[in-house]
């Protein structure tokens, strides 16, 4: 068992706090409805590479276009990660190639109704180094109104960050839109 990290992380709740300067977005991945294995990587903008984990036992992860044909509080025609049909319930995990001082996506669930949307992140010896929780409300307004989940460390870096989401009479699945990453510490 690790000792548990002491860090300063803030807690961002608009994409434009977090002041990326890299991130992933999922159309990379293929066109709407591509099935994805359960670990596959990914590259960010910047070419860093992420090894993108989806638990869950149930159908595969998909890449999905937010609007008209799937209504989601995502922006029309956005490329959003879903963890799959079938309700599986995630979540998704990032590994790092690289460590960054900061991290966020919007996140929904595939349920309408209030939720929590959770982003853990972890430093190089897998010791917490933030957890983000937020409430937010899953609609099909298709308006960009998805909560924004993220954080900026001041003191130690993450390599691995986990996106879940929980609301009653779950679990959902999950989605989440381009992830934004900061490389730069100040």
Same mark, same amino acid.
């Given at each position: ?17 977090? &002041? =990326?300067?890299?991130? #992933?977005?999922?159309?990379?991945? +293929? *066109?709407?409805?591509?099935? /994805? %294995? ?63 001082? &900061? =991290?966020?996506?919007? #996140?929904?669930?595939?349920?309408? +109704? *209030?939720?929590?949307?959770? /982003? %853990? ?64 510490? =100040?």
């Amino acid at each position: 068992m690790s000792a548990p990290v002491l860090t300063t992380a803030t807690a961002i709740e608009e994409r434009a706090g977090l &002041g =990326a300067d890299d991130g #992933i977005d999922w159309a990379g991945l +293929g *066109a709407p409805y591509t099935r /994805l %294995e359960r670990s596959f990587v990914a590259r960010s903008i910047g070419g860093m590479a992420v090894q993108v984990q989806v638990a869950g036992h149930k159908a595969p992860p998909l890449v999905l276009e937010s609007c008209p044909a799937n209504h989601t509080n995502f922006v029309l025609g956005e490329m959003v990660l879903f963890t799959g049909l079938e309700q599986n319930p995630g979540p998704i995990v990032l590994v790092l190639s690289e460590p960054v001082w &900061g =991290a966020g996506a919007q #996140i929904q669930p595939d349920y309408p +109704g *209030a939720f929590t949307g959770v /982003l %853990e992140a972890f430093d190089d010896q897998d010791r917490p180094v933030a957890s983000v929780r937020r409430a937010g409300l899953s609609t099909t307004a298709c308006d960009g109104s998805a909560i924004f989940v993220g954080f900026h460390c001041l003191q130690v870096p993450v390599v691995r960050l986990v996106f879940a989401v929980e609301a009653a009479g779950g679990p959902y699945a999950l989605a989440v839109n381009r992830l934004d990453l900061r490389h730069t510490r =100040a």
